[in-house]
T-cell receptor, first 113, second 110 residues
Framework: GAGVSQSPRYKVAKRGQDVALRCDPI?????LFWYQQALGQGPEFLTY????????KSGLPSDRFFAERPEGSVSTLKIQRTQQEDSAVYLC???????????FGSGTRLTVV | QQQVKQSPQSLIVQKGGISIINCAYE??????FPWYQQFPGKGPALLIA?????SEKKEGRFTISFNKSAKQFSLHIMDSQPGDSATYFC?????????FGAGTTVTVRA
């Protein structure tokens, strides 16, 4: 596609529910990133994939967060047992190389009630 | 802790005026400094970027000034237009990881 596509755009979850957020990167982009953007803040790094390999997951806030990219294209960010502090916009970005040229999607706004 | 400090938090400028946003960093491993523009409900979009071996870069109405010794860089928006009203983020790249400032909300009054 022309850009990075994320779905759903909005997700409301009850505390304790599991959620799955999807990212479709730009076709052919090797690198894929997930960032978390709290209200009124800049995005913060969560995790990085190069093709199907998850090379860095140092930004994941807890073991309730899990990301995968099994075929080196679409990626899913899963949050188990959601908590109120998980409420944020989750941004996916892709890049043709390891760095530079990031293109961000419009994000998924997660609200935990 | 925040690796890139950005100021001001918000600014209001008249149409045709100049908007200036400042950022500072500590990590000398950063080797690429992009600026992103974000509209409500959208993801950040790359506006302009600079490498540390260059002191200034201009693209249209947008200019980055970079001071390597002071570890500071700034964005100047010339001839500000109402369509420039958005949140602007400075960022710094180390390897593949971007560190963002907290953002500056710019409002351009017609």
């Amino acid at each position: 596609g022309a850009g990075v596509s994320q779905s759903p755009r909005y997700k409301v979850a009850k505390r304790g529910q599991d959620v799955a957020l999807r990212c479709d990167p730009i076709s052919g982009h090797v690198s894929l990133f997930w960032y978390q953007q709290a209200l009124g803040q800049g995005p913060e790094f969560l995790t990085y994939f190069q093709n199907e390999a998850q090379l860095d997951k140092s930004g994941l806030p807890s073991d309730r967060f899990f990301a995968e990219r099994p075929e080196g294209s679409v990626s899913t960010l899963k949050i188990q047992r959601t908590q109120q502090e998980d409420s944020a916009v989750y941004l996916c970005a892709s890049s043709p190389t390891e760095s530079y040229g990031y293109t961000f999607g419009s994000g998924t706004r997660l609200t935990v009630v | 802790q925040q690796q890139v400090k950005q100021s001001p938090q918000s600014l209001i400028v008249q149409k045709g005026g100049i908007s200036i946003i400042n950022c500072a960093y500590e990590n000398t491993a950063f080797d690429y400094f992009p600026w992103y523009q974000q509209f409500p409900g959208k993801g950040p979009a790359l506006l302009i970027a600079i490498r540390p071996d260059v002191s200034e870069k201009k693209e249209g109405r947008f200019t980055i000034s970079f001071n390597k010794s002071a570890k500071q860089f700034s964005l100047h928006i010339m001839d500000s237009q109402p369509g420039d009203s958005a949140t602007y983020f400075c960022a710094a790249l180390n390897d593949y990881k971007l560190s963002f400032g907290a953002g500056t909300t710019v409002t351009v009054r017609a």
